[in-house]
Structure formats: structure tokens, C-alpha cells
């Protein structure tokens, strides 16, 4: 017996992008209560496990659904990953393996940052470098949003994402130095 998918999903194109899928507007800025209901509404309709009894057909395109329905929620809830995705999508590719060009201010802090992470002898030291870490994501994020949604700058968004991954690598050692110190 074939069954077919409810009218959320039929309507629906495996290849619309993730802010189509999740019926957003194409901007960096997301409602994340609303990212996490609409997902949660979209499992709903096409978990696997809901159309077990169905034709074969019918349960790979259950399985197709939902792996992309996972995919893009996983890209659109995590604000580096959104922020990519509206780049590729607006012609300004991330790129972040042949372009490391970065400015000398923020290649400095960087410097700066990692002598600070070596010299470091006390998980006091490491936490407060930590806080520093965190205040500059924050404040990178809020850039990020400004490229993008308010000036369309794609480019500059581009390059603001390129950035905040130098970050967020950083961030992660700050938090495996951490561990080393039993924090």
C-alpha cells in the first residue's frame, strides 16, 4: 500500500534550501524556539519509523526526508554554519582552506591570545583568557549579523565567518588547556 506524505512535506522540494525548508526568510537572524518547533513538526511527518509499514518507495523518501530535514536544522541552529550557508547562497563561498587572508589587527590578537594560552600556569589565567574568548565571539557575532542582514554584505560576511572559525578553533584549545589544568 503506498502511502502518501502529509501535505507539509508534498508541497515541499528536496532541493529548496534550508531556509525554504524551514519556511524562514533568508537572513542570518533566526527565531531558534520556531527553528526547533518547525523541526520537530517536519520529523513528525516524516520519521522512518513512521512509514515502516509503507512501500519501499515511500520509506526511502522518509529516509531521504529526514536526512535532509536533519541536515538543515544542523546548519541553520549553529549561528557560523547559518552564516556560511547564506554566503554560499548569495555567491560569497567561505572558501576557509584557500583563503586565510585576515587582517593584521585581528592576526595580532590572535598572536597575542596564543602566547597568553602558552604562558598560562593556573587554570585562573586560562579561564580569564576563556571570558576574553567568549566577549570576542559574542562581539564577532553580532558583527556577522550586521553583514549580513542589515548591509548584505556578502563578501565581508565571508570574511567575518573566516574569522570567527580562527575563534572558535582557539576557543576549543582554551578549553582542552582547561582540561589539562583538571578544570
Known amino acids: 500500500m503506498r502511502r502518501e506524505f502529509p501535505g507539509l512535506i508534498r ?8 531556509f525554504e525548508l524551514f519556511e524562514f526568510p533568508l537572513a542570518y537572524a533566526l527565531d531558534r524556539q520556531r527553528l526547533d518547533e518547525r523541526w520537530k513538526t517536519l520529523q513528525r511527518e ?16 522518509a529516509m531521504q526526508w529526514s536526512v535532509r530535514i536533519n541536515e538543515a536544522y ?7 554554519q547559518r552564516a556560511a550557508y547564506l554566503c554560499e547562497l548569495h555567491g560569497a563561498p567561505i572558501q576557509a582552506e584557500n583563503n ?13 591570545w596564543r602566547e597568553a594560552l602558552e604562558s598560562a600556569s593556573t587554570a585562573r589565567e586560562v579561564e ?12 564577532m557575532l553580532a558583527e556577522l549579523q550586521l553583514l549580513a542582514d542589515e548591509k548584505q554584505d556578502w563578501v ?11 575563534v572558535e578553533r582557539f576557543g576549543k584549545d582554551v578549553d582542552d588547556r582547561l582540561e589539562q589544568l583538571g578544570q
Request: charged residues 25%; without cysteine; positive net charge.
Open 128 to 139: 580569564d583568557l576563556a571570558d576574553e574568548v567568549v566577549g570576542a565571539r559574542r562581539r
Open 46 to 61: 516524516v520519521h522512518p519509523d513512521r512509514h515502516a509499514a509503507a512501500d519501499a518507495q515511500t520509506q526511502r523518501r
Open 156 to 166: 565581508g560576511t565571508a570574511a567575518q565567518v573566516r574569522a570567527l572559525m580562527f
Open 74 to 80: 544542523q546548519r541553520l541552529k549553529d549561528p557560523l
Open 11 to 18: 508541497s515541499m522540494n528536496l532541493q529548496s534550501n534550508d
Open 100 to 112: 586565510t587572508a585576515m587582517p593584521a589587527a585581528f592576526l595580532m590578537q590572535q598572536m597575542e
